[in-house]
């Protein structure tokens, strides 16, 4: 069984939703993501999305935007992200990491090369925000090939037809994005997430995260109420960005314990 099986494995067994946090690799900086995977699994994370830095994040809203512009500044790659994986495997982590970007970088480093080297790191999986998953099929046979898992987006506007050929192509989980709008914290949910999740689990058996938007507590129950984990990115960056330095780990760790319920909240 892969981890990313593994982990969804133990969510069910233990009856509770999963956290996938994200992560810039490179912002702050590279030594402050090696600081920042393990504390975020302490305070609650299952699964961690190294983000691969890109000049163009069109996906992204400001904040990860400014993540990913600064860990471009800091010089960081495709293979500096490969290098802080094999790190973070040094360390001891043993949850799933995926890395989540676009497809240029890849398709720059090399699609086989890519898979290749990022099973060898200890990498479980990709997350390639633009890909069409009509024009994924090399990506999904290199990821195969090597061991890795391909995670598929799916949108509110996405037609049955495309969430039948997600079905067919899937591994690992399906990635749902809450809202047509690019990443960013948000006061609500939209109402009609539910239905959403429940027309693409009426076509596909594997687990559902869903991601974009999600900040609070609140949203996170609402979420493990609806499907297997939530993905969170936004929120934690800002966490980043507005602490002491000195303070981000603790910061970041609390902030994990407080969404996933682990902590209560400071009055």
Known sequence: MSRIADAFARLRAERRTGLVAFLTVGHPSV???LRLVPALIEGGADIIELAIPFSDPLAEGPSI???????????VTPGVCLEVAGKLRAQG??????????YNPLLAYGLEDFC???AQVGADGLITVDLPPEESHPLRDACRRNGLDLIYLLAPTSTDERIELVAGLASGFVYCVSVTGVTGAREELPKAL????NRVRAH????????????????FRAVGRIAEAAVIGSAIIDEIDRSDPS?????VKRYAEVVTGRRRAAR
Request: proline fraction near 6%; avoid cysteine; charge should be positive.
């Open 247 to 251: 303070q981000t780990v603790g910061k």
């Open 31 to 33: 030594e402050d993501t």
């Open 116 to 118: 290749h080297d990022a």
């Open 93 to 102: 982590v043993t949850a799933p990491l995926i890395f989540m970007g676009y």
């Open 204 to 219: 596909i058996a594997l687990p559902m995260a869903v991601g974009f938007g999600i900040s609070k507590p609140k949203h």
């Open 194 to 197: 539910s239905s959403f999740v």
């Open 65 to 75: 935007q400014r993540s990913s512009h600064q860990a471009l500044l800091n010089g």
